[in-house]
């Protein structure tokens, strides 16, 4: 079992970046795969980005392709989201994920929330224009 808790939001200007951290407990952390969602007001949830297991693999949704990039310090149980030419839309609170399952995902699933097994609280990220 992992607890998973966000930090790093906060207010910026457009064009402005932040980076994001996911602290996670467990000794386990290493073997799962963790994404990014973020969830604006009045929106549904969104995927942002994924990164596998050892950080050799990542993936991004084309709204944030380019501008974000997500990465991980297993030593340190973390996984980080640089934001980079932030955007008014990109205002939401972002969560982080695990997704405990070992075995082989198509890239099509990593949109769904429900493939992941835990989620943080949530931070907030606001962005101004």
């Known amino acids: 079992q992992a607890q998973l808790e966000e930090s790093g939001g906060g207010l910026v200007q457009a064009g402005g970046s932040l980076r994001l951290s996911c602290a996670a407990s467990g000794r386990t952390f290493s073997n799962y795969d963790m994404g990014w969602f973020r969830q604006a007001p009045g929106k549904e949830r969104e995927f942002v980005a994924r990164i596998n297991w050892s950080g050799a693999s990542t993936y991004y949704a084309d709204s944030v392709k380019g501008r974000f990039t997500i990465s991980r310090d297993n030593a340190k149980n973390t996984v980080y989201l640089q934001m980079n030419s932030l955007e008014p839309e990109d205002t939401a609170v972002y969560y982080c994920?695990?997704?405990?399952?070992?075995?082989?995902?198509?890239?099509?699933?990593?949109?769904?929330?429900?493939?992941?097994?835990?989620w943080g609280q949530g931070t907030q990220v606001t962005v101004s224009s």
């Open positions: 994920a695990a997704d405990s399952y070992r075995g082989y995902r198509d890239s099509s699933s990593y949109y769904r929330g429900h493939i992941y097994a835990y």
